[in-house]
């Protein structure tokens, strides 16, 4: 925790109800709402790029995870002559959202997509975390470069993207020598080939 966030923790965990501490469900309230706002910033900003994990599956991953670690903390009592790890409930959440992001990934003629939003999902998740845990101050400046990230590094994206030149895509039989045809075709033009990747389709198409 930042000293801010031990401030926090320290002024609401004072506070009681009658006989019953109410600072714990207070400071737990805040963090699921802190991570509902955090995460649904990063799942609106995947809806609106038209990403098929949107703004409800981030929220979810972000609230889901936040939960988690509440449980891992307030969940299971201290035992006298015991040790308690209440990071090994984080380290199983990790994991099981690494799942969930490779189903974001997806294998498009002949690149891939959905990468980001499997690390957006991964950082929600990451985000849930750090409210579950109290670090108030973490998760919100980590959401704030994440938004950077998404908003800011995509149109460098864009813009280099139209450096490297335009795609082409052709279709031959097996027969037929495409390779040297094409190193013919780019030294008559006097162009570069900068990749080339090839597939087989229906009957002797490449």
């Avoid at 930042?2 to 923790?9: L, M, P, R, S, V």
Wanted: charged residues 15%.
């Amino acid at each position: 925790m930042t000293t801010i966030d031990q401030i926090i923790a320290e002024k609401l965990g004072a506070i009681q109800f009658g006989d019953w501490p109410f600072g714990n469900f207070i400071l737990c309230v805040i963090a699921l709402v802190l991570s509902l706002v955090l995460c649904g910033l990063i799942g609106y900003e995947r809806e609106i790029k038209g990403s098929n994990a949107g703004f409800r599956t981030h929220l979810l991953v972000g609230i889901g995870s936040c939960v988690i670690m509440i449980v891992s903390i307030y969940g299971f009592p201290a035992v006298e002559g015991t040790k308690r790890d209440v990071a090994r409930l984080a380290a199983a959440v990790v994991t099981g959202v690494g799942f969930l992001g490779a189903g974001a990934i997806m294998h498009r003629n002949a690149g891939i997509t959905g990468l980001t939003t499997a690390a957006t999902i991964w950082v929600s998740m990451a985000i849930g975390l750090a409210c579950g845990s109290m670090n108030f101050i973490l998760a919100t400046g980590g959401t704030i470069l994440i938004l950077i990230v998404l908003i800011t590094l995509g149109r460098f994206e864009v813009y280099f993207s139209k450096k490297k030149g335009p795609q082409i895509t052709l279709k031959a039989t097996r027969n037929v020598p495409v390779i040297s045809h094409l190193l013919e075709i780019s030294e008559q033009s006097e162009c570069s080939i900068h990749n080339l990747q090839m597939e087989s389709l229906e009957g002797d198409e490449i």
